[in-house]
T-cell receptor, first 112, second 112 residues
Framework: DAGITQSPRHKVTETGTPVTLRCHQTENHRYMYWYRQDPGHGLRLIHYSYGVKDTDKGEVSDGYSVSRSKTEDFLLTLESATSSQTSVYFC???????????FGDGTRLSIL | KQEVTQIPAALSVPEGENLVLNCSFTDSAIYNLQWFRQDPGKGLTSLLLIQSSQREQTSGRLNASLDKSSGRSTLYIAASQPGDSATYLCAALIQGAQKLVFGQGTRLTINP
């Protein structure tokens, strides 16, 4: 969908390990976003990027870091994963601030 | 703090009916409102985006309306089909912040 690839699609890991999720786009969109989706909380913004090396925090950024060294790639890193970070993570892209956001298929992450 | 609410949480209707999904938001200072559908285990598919200056948008059998003064948006689905079964989410883009605030969604089932 909309040229967005998330990897891996599924991951199981242990508490305390580092985890990196990748979002790759082929649309040359300026904006990229990371969300998490949890029952009872819906979708919440973790971090977003408005250009190469330009990122900002969302509402649930604690415990997460991001990097964007190329237009097409946006990485989300959990430095030391905790069980509370078990979730489905979605990447989204958009052309501009007032343009539709398009989502990838998600990464299901389980922290044991 | 912007809050987005979707009621009901679930809706089941027979095939062929016209139906309306509701979305309400507490702060009228929004850039736009976007409607998505989400199929089980999948990402979000953008359906319609209404800019704050617009009253409605149409795409095929879908029509979305926006009334900022009352803090409401509706998604009208004409001649519903079983393939319309999915969870429908609305999200408001807050002015002055790069943040989509999502509702919890309405799970729609169309019965053949």
């Amino acid at each position: 969908d909309a040229g967005i690839t998330q990897s891996p699609r599924h991951k199981v890991t242990e508490t305390g390990t580092p985890v990196t999720l990748r979002c790759h786009q082929t649309e040359n969109h300026r904006y990229m976003y990371w969300y998490r989706q949890d029952p009872g909380h819906g979708l919440r913004l973790i971090h977003y990027s408005y250009g190469v090396k330009d990122t900002d925090k969302g509402e649930v950024s604690d415990g997460y870091s991001v990097s964007r060294s190329k237009t097409e790639d946006f990485l989300l890193t959990l430095e030391s994963a905790t069980s509370s970070q078990t979730s489905v993570y979605f990447c989204a892209i958009s052309l501009g601030t007032n343009q539709p956001q398009h989502f990838g298929d998600g990464t299901r992450l389980s922290i044991l | 703090k912007q809050e987005v609410t979707q009621i009901p949480a679930a809706l089941s209707v027979p095939e062929g009916e016209n139906l309306v999904l509701n979305c309400s938001f507490t702060d009228s200072a929004i850039y736009n409102l976007q409607w998505f559908r989400q199929d089980p285990g999948k990402g979000l598919t953008s359906l319609l985006l209404i800019q704050s200056s617009q009253r409605e948008q149409t795409s095929g059998r879908l029509n979305a309306s926006l009334d900022k003064s009352s803090g409401r948006s509706t998604l009208y689905i004409a001649a519903s089909q079983p393939g319309d079964s999915a969870t429908y989410l609305c999200a408001a883009l807050i002015q002055g912040a790069q943040k989509l605030v999502f509702g919890q969604g309405t799970r729609l089932t169309i019965n053949p």
